[in-house]
């Protein structure tokens, strides 16, 4: 199954709110590496074929430049490794680290294909 097949008829959309990605790392499974953290929710019963995507990264990791630079990595590593692997009807937050600022990000993907398998739980 590749990325088109996938994400063909199913509704994606963005977490907005600070409640979802909180109900995401309150109820889900994640996956923590030195770049980043992965979060994964339970399965949405109301919304079986939504996919929701969240990305975010704290002040900690610099200022609004290494935000933004680390948040565009997260959005290819979701686009290029997580797209095809994705399960509707969940949420998936990524979560940038500092260490994204120095970490390769052919590092980051190896460690997102990592995540991604380790993941494959039900919740």
């Known amino acids: 199954m590749n990325h088109g097949e996938v994400l ?7 977490l907005k709110k600070r ?4 109900a995401v790392a309150a109820h889900g499974v994640c996956y923590v590496s030195t770049a980043f953290i992965l979060q994964v929710g339970k399965k949405m019963k109301d919304a079986p074929d ?4 969240g990305f975010t990264t704290s002040r900690k990791v610099g200022g609004a430049v290494e935000r ?20 509707r009807g969940r949420d998936y937050v990524l979560v940038g680290r500092r260490r994204a ?17 380790k993941l494959k739980v039900e919740l």
């Open 68 to 87: 933004n630079r680390v948040r565009r990595q997260l959005k290819e590593l979701a686009r290029q490794v997580i797209a095809p692997h994705i399960e």
């Open 101 to 117: 600022l120095k970490t390769p990000f052919q590092a980051m993907v190896l460690e997102a294909q990592k995540a991604m398998r």
């Open 8 to 14: 063909m008829d199913a509704k994606i959309d963005n």
């Open 19 to 22: 409640s979802s990605y909180k």
């Open 50 to 53: 939504m996919i929701r995507f």
